[in-house]
């Protein structure tokens, strides 16, 4: 996946959901990390999946996110990514999660 992948898939979730705000969540999480530290994108020895985990943490606006631009979808066919929608309650990090992440720094 490249980082235009990337920020179309996560773009598109958003306006599918009519929100401002998504989470993005799984193994792709990392490609705007790498992108800004000067890696190529794609890496050329890391096969990456063609999905995005989001959520917007409201179960009926990731209903739409799936219904919408979900795999096999015609948003993945011309894009060759799409959109999964994850439920919060799955998602496991530390506990200092949000607020390490709005002050930019490491999570503990």
């Known amino acids: 996946m490249t980082l235009e992948q990337f920020d179309h898939v996560c773009?598109?979730?958003a306006a599918v959901a009519g929100v401002k705000k998504i989470y993005v969540f799984g193994a792709n999480v990392i490609i705007p990390?790498?992108?800004r530290a000067?890696?190529?994108i794609p890496l050329s020895d890391l096969e990456s999946s063609r999905d995005v985990d989001v959520t917007t943490g409201n179960a009926k606006l990731d209903t739409l996110i799936d219904g919408a631009i979900r795999e096999l979808s015609l948003s993945d066919k011309p894009f060759f990514v799409y959109a999964h929608s994850?439920?919060?309650a799955l998602f496991q990090t530390s506990a200092n999660w949000q607020s390490a992440n709005a002050q930019n720094r490491p999570v503990e």
């Open 86 to 88: 994850v439920d919060f």
């Open 38 to 40: 000067g890696y190529p």
């Open 11 to 13: 773009r598109a979730a």
């Open 33 to 35: 990390w790498l992108a």
